[in-house]
């Protein structure tokens, strides 16, 4: 299958997927979800909703598991002029993301972006994003891990792979784990998920579909750099302590593009990076700040 190079419309729906219990984040997930984790006092899911409206989306689906109520009690049914809704995972405790992915198949029938909920970025990186069939990623460095594409003269994915043990014989770009999808691909992504579902894996990662599809030839992603400026993964403690250097807090608006409700739980706040020793390179993501240097 071709990349389709004429953009169409812009996407305007977001798939956001926040079903997980963020166990490498210890104690500060236990009564609350990973994404309301606090980055010099905004929460990711807060930055999240944030780029999401300045860059004109008009809908989101949340896919939620863990502490499900949190998302409900902060965004209610309406964020500005995002309409939100839900999709509970009531399996999220024995699934994987690919089963997130799939229980969003009856409610999304149109173009959309799909992300996860524990990335923070910044909101311009979308710009390159908001048109469908087209991969977010990074120029993958020989101590990165986890999934990776590979691209051909026209910047288009030729292999998407699930982990990083060759040597490296070409460029490599890191995944960032945001997509958008034209509804031709979300049909043929939602055929394939179908199987893999039907056939017990429910604890594959959704590329395992997405890199079989684009293998045969049936799916086609763009790539998008997100090298221009910083993003990050936050899966550990460690992880925190980078987002807030690479985020600090003057660099968040004080202009909201919208209004958020306080949820009645606690959201922790992790503002010293210095508790923690942070790795000299993170093997997750991008390690935006050491490649400045």
Known sequence: MEY??????????????????????????????KSLTLIHG????????????????KRLVVVTGHMEHCFRDFLGNQVGNIAIDYIFSSRYKTTN???????????????????????VFDPSLLDEMLYPDRIAVAKMQPWMN???VTSNRSQQVKTLMAGNTDPFTETRYKTVNIYSLSLTSWHL?????????????????????????????????KIVSFDRKPWYE???????????????????????AVTLAQPDVFIPHFNNAATFSSPPLKTTGLMYATKQL
């Open 4 to 33: 389709n190079s004429n953009p169409g419309e812009p996407v305007t729906t977001a798939l956001l997927l926040a079903a997980g219990i963020g166990s490498r984040l210890c104690s500060l997930t236990k009564n609350t979800p």
């Open 42 to 57: 905004k929460s990711i899911l807060e930055r999240l909703i944030n780029s999401l409206s300045q860059q004109g989306f």
């Open 97 to 119: 993301n690919i089963y997130s992915l799939w229980m969003a198949r009856e409610i999304i029938n149109e173009p959309f972006l799909l992300l996860e909920s524990d990335l």
């Open 146 to 148: 986890g999934s990776y």
């Open 189 to 221: 992504i939602v055929k394939r998920l179908d199987q893999h579902i039907a056939d017990g894996k429910v604890n594959d990662y959704y590329e395992t579909v997405f890199a079989e599809l684009i293998a045969d030839g049936s799916l086609a992603f």
């Open 234 to 256: 936050i899966d550990t403690l460690e992880d925190l302590a980078e987002a807030e250097k690479l985020f600090p807090a003057d660099t968040y608006k004080a202009t909201r």
